[in-house]
């Protein structure tokens, strides 16, 4: 009998110790939530204090640069042979959820694990210039956390000429858009840009110091730019092929996941929409 009420305790600890566990990550993860809005909130007041009126002719005069050398990145992008043995962007079938680890993802995929280590995926930080080419932008220097100090060049350069499985986010979606080639284009614009629309400040900034941030690194980034705002260089790709075996393994296992997990919400919810639910007898 004693041995029956020890064994009791013991369960009842067990299940307080993980009830008060769960809760300890849970409260982690909403302070984490929020230390991340406000450092996002950080970076929008840093970016309206560059945006005040004594500082509007200097603004005027980056969003001016800014687009000449995306044009001139759009023009060097036409000079490339272009491959068209390739559906159009808008008639490619996702592959998998944004929400979904894409590597995790095809690593669990028997004919896309392979591919892993050939793949590009960088969200918030590609930009089309036609239905076949994009560019992708990253900082111009990178934060050593070892040194402390700022190094010349983009997290990007370790791609330039090398040959990648592209990935893009598509709204909710991630699409798989074909085999492309990295051009460096920063000689078109050695010093830099401010972001360009649609890029990421956000990404720009994990992108320059890593992740997690550095507590005080606003401080940090105005060490290498004193307007607090990261100047992003460009990567060409290029499309030269398109794997439709990659394509259509991942296009199907998305469609017969959907399908599963529609069937799952439905005998969840007690029947499909329009249909009257099961009676228990």
């Known amino acids: 009998m004693i041995a029956l009420v020890e064994e009791l305790q ?6 307080v110790a993980k009830d008060i566990f769960e809760d300890l990550v849970n409260r982690y993860s909403e302070a984490e939530m929020a230390r991340v809005d406000l450092e996002e909130r950080c970076v929008s007041l840093e970016s309206l204090i560059t945006q005040s009126p004594e500082n509007a002719s200097p603004k005027a005069a980056e969003e001016e640069k800014t687009a000449e050398a995306y044009e001139r990145y759009r023009k060097h992008m036409k000079t490339f042979s272009s491959f068209s043995d390739r559906p159009s962007v808008k008639d490619l079938k996702p592959v998998c959820s944004k929400s979904t680890n894409l590597y995790a993802y ?30 992708a932008f990253g900082p111009s220097h990178r934060y050593d956390h070892r040194t402390k100090n700022w190094i010349n060049g983009s997290d990007l350069e370790r ?13 909710s979606l991630v699409l798989y858009v074909g085999t492309y080639k990295c051009h460096d284009l920063r000689p078109l614009c050695p010093e830099g840009t401010h972001n360009p629309v649609h890029i990421s400040a956000s990404e ?10 550095p507590k005080n690194f606003l401080n940090i980034i105005k060490q290498c730019y004193p307007d607090g705002r990261i100047r ?8 030269v092929g398109f794997n439709q075996a990659l394509y259509d393994s991942l296009r199907k296992r998305f469609a017969t996941d959907n399908k599963t997990e ?7 919810d007690g029947g499909s929409e329009g249909t009257e639910p099961k009676r228990r007898k």
């Open 232 to 239: 992003v260089v460009a990567t060409g790709l290029h499309c």
């Open 159 to 171: 791609f330039h000429g090398e040959t990648r499985e592209l990935f893009i986010t598509w709204n």
């Open 204 to 213: 720009m900034i994990d992108a320059a110091l890593g992740i997690p941030r």
């Open 262 to 268: 529609g069937k799952r919400k439905a005998d969840d």
């Open 10 to 15: 013991e369960k009842v600890k067990e299940t």
């Open 106 to 135: 095809l690593a669990q995929d028997k004919n896309a694990k392979s591919f892993v280590h050939h793949v590009l995926y960088l969200p918030k930080r590609v930009n089309p210039t036609s239905d076949f080419q994009f560019i």
